[in-house]
Structures are given as structure tokens and as C-alpha cells.
């Protein structure tokens, strides 16, 4: 299999909690991988992991066949990245904002405006930032991710704080990227409904440990044999598939939490 993205054992702690344990990721060249997993799961802290912003405790990890530490600077310079609602000059248009983005890349000048139209804000590249609106604001935060169309990209909650439109077109750019221009995409939400809806490869984290990692379907699956789901194919895409699988994904988490509270009392 031609895997983008390994992790071996991968570990964070911060003095004795453990952020990130032991996680062994395989993403797929060309997928887009969800990941999936509630409040402190250790999501961000992977994806700064990755991308060289705060150093693993323990484990590895290869990007594109290059392995981190050594080959940090070229890991970062194929690798587009949005993290917690990215920040930007406010008093500098959207379109100056990439432009400082763009040169530190030492890209063409082109690819500024070729992002802003990638995102939709072609005819907003002129106003400042500070008069964008939210979703205006993480619109520009997805085209800094992909000024040079980067091979990789790494999205951190991209939809986070977006209207229900906001959150259905950008779900739709995501979606086509990897048909528009060659790239794998690694991308955080809550929501496995929402994931659902864009992802082909889920991975889904509790309290710093992968719960689970395959294909969507290889997770219909799982969840038509462990009751879940009621149907699969694309049946599986309905109201009630999507909500049978939501609800197999809330168990998961919720067996794993009792398991934890039992082993704790032991
Ligand atoms: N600098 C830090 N020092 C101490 N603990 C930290 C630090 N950064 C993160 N953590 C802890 O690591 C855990 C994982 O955090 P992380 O931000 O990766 O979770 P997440 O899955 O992204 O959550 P969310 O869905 O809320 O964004 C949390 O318990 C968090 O408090
Ligand atoms: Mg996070």
C-alpha cells in the first residue's frame, strides 16, 4: 500500500499525562483522512506533531518517504497546513496576507490569486481582513494552506464556527481537491457525520489512543456487525445509515471511557 503518512508509536506527554499515546497512523496517498474524536483527544496534537510545531515525546513519523526531524524543512514545504483558526494582519487585505505567505514560500506570484479563487474570495482579495467575515476569515486560512498546492494538506477543524452554507461549501472545495489538483488531506472535526460526507479513510482518537483506523466502508461494516447499522452500500448514505453509524462511533468512545473508569478503579 502506498502510504503519504506513517506514525510509529507516536507519543505526547506534558509531565505525566499522556496527550497522544502510542498512535500508529497509515494514511493513504490521495485519501482524504478523517479524524475523528471528542474534546482532548489528542487530534491537534498530532497534527502539530506533524507539522514540526511541538516534538513528539516518543515515536516516529515519515511524510512523503522523508522522516521527521531531519527532513523537517522539506516535510513543511509540501505540506499545506490550517490549525486552530489561523490568524492574519487585519489591517492588510486578504490578498497581502497570502502575498507574505507566498514569499516566505518563495512560490510564483500567481498562486496567491490562484488560491483566492480555489476558496471562492477571487473578488474579496482586495478588502482588509479585518472587515472579513468569519467564514470569509477561514476561507483565507484554506487558501494559506494551499498557496503552491501543496501534496499534503493538514485541517484542523476547517469548518469550525461556520453557518450551515459556509460549512456545506467548503466541505464541497475539500472534497474536490484531490480530483482538482493531486494531494492527500488530513482533516479534524467532531463530527463523523460531517466526515462522513467527505472523508474515504477515518481514523478515530479517545483520550490520546486510536480507537479505530480504515476505510468508511471498512467502519459500515464494523458497525452493521456490531448492530449498529441497518444497511449498507449506498443505502448506507441515508438518514438512518448516517445516524446508525454516528451512534456506533458515540459507543465506541463510551465503551472505551468505561473501560478506562473500570481499569482505574482496579
Ligand atoms: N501545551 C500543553 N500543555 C499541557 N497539556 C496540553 C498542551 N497542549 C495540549 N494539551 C492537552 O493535550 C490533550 C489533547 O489536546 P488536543 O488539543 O490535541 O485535543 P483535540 O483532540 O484537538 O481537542 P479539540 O477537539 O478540543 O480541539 C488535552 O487534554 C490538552 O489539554
Ligand atoms: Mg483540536
Excluded: W
Excluded at 8 to 14: D, G, S, V
Excluded at 83 to 94: A, D, H, K, R, V
Excluded at 212 to 241: H, I, V, Y
Aim: net charge positive; proline share 3%.
Amino acid at each position: 500500500m502506498d502510504y503519504i503518512i506513517t506514525t510509529k508509536q507516536l507519543t505526547k506527554r506534558y509531565k505525566s499525562f499522556i496527550a497522544v499515546d502510542n498512535v500508529s497512523l497509515n494514511i493513504q496517498k490521495g485519501s482524504i483522512y478523517g479524524f475523528l474524536g471528542p474534546n482532548g483527544a489528542g487530534k491537534s496534537t498530532i497534527m502539530k506533531m506533524l507539522l514540526g510545531l511541538t516534538a513528539p515525546t516518543k515515536g516516529s513519523f515519515t511524510i512523503d518517504g522523508k522522516q521527521f526531524p531531519n527532513d523537517r524543512l522539506s516535510i513543511l514545504k509540501e505540506t499545506g497546513s490550517f490549525i486552530e483558526s489561523p490568524s492574519f494582519y487585519g489591517n492588510l487585505t486578504g490578498e497581502e496576507n497570502l502575498d507574505i505567505i507566498r514569499r516566505i514560500l518563495g512560490i510564483h506570484r500567481n498562486s496567491v490569486k490562484d488560491a483566492l479563487e480555489l476558496v471562492g474570495l477571487a473578488e474579496f482579495g482586495g478588502r482588509l481582513v479585518k472587515k472579513y467575515s468569519l467564514g470569509m476569515k477561514q476561507r483565507l486560512g484554506l487558501a494559506g494552506a494551499m498557496l503552491g498546492r501543496p501534496s499534503i494538506l493538514i485541517l484542523d477543524e476547517p469548518t469550525n464556527g461556520l453557518d450551515p452554507s459556509g460549512i456545506h461549501e467548503i466541505r464541497n472545495l475539500i472534497k474536490s481537491l484531490p480530483g482538482l489538483y493531486k494531494c492527500t488531506i488530513l482533516i479534524s472535526s467532531h463530527m463523523l457525520s460531517e466526515i462522513e460526507l467527505m472523508a474515504d479513510h477515518i481514523g478515530i482518537l479517545n483520550h490520546g489512543r486510536l480507537l479505530f483506523e480504515g476505510s468508511l466502508d471498512e467502519l459500515r461494516k464494523n458497525a452493521l456487525q456490531t448492530g449498529f447499522a441497518t444497511q449498507s452500500g449506498p443505502d448506507a448514505d441515508n438518514k438512518t445509515g448516517a445516524a446508525n453509524l454516528e451512534d456506533m462511533f458515540l459507543s465506541m468512545i463510551d465503551k472505551d471511557n468505561a473501560g478506562r473508569k473500570q481499569r482505574g478503579k482496579l
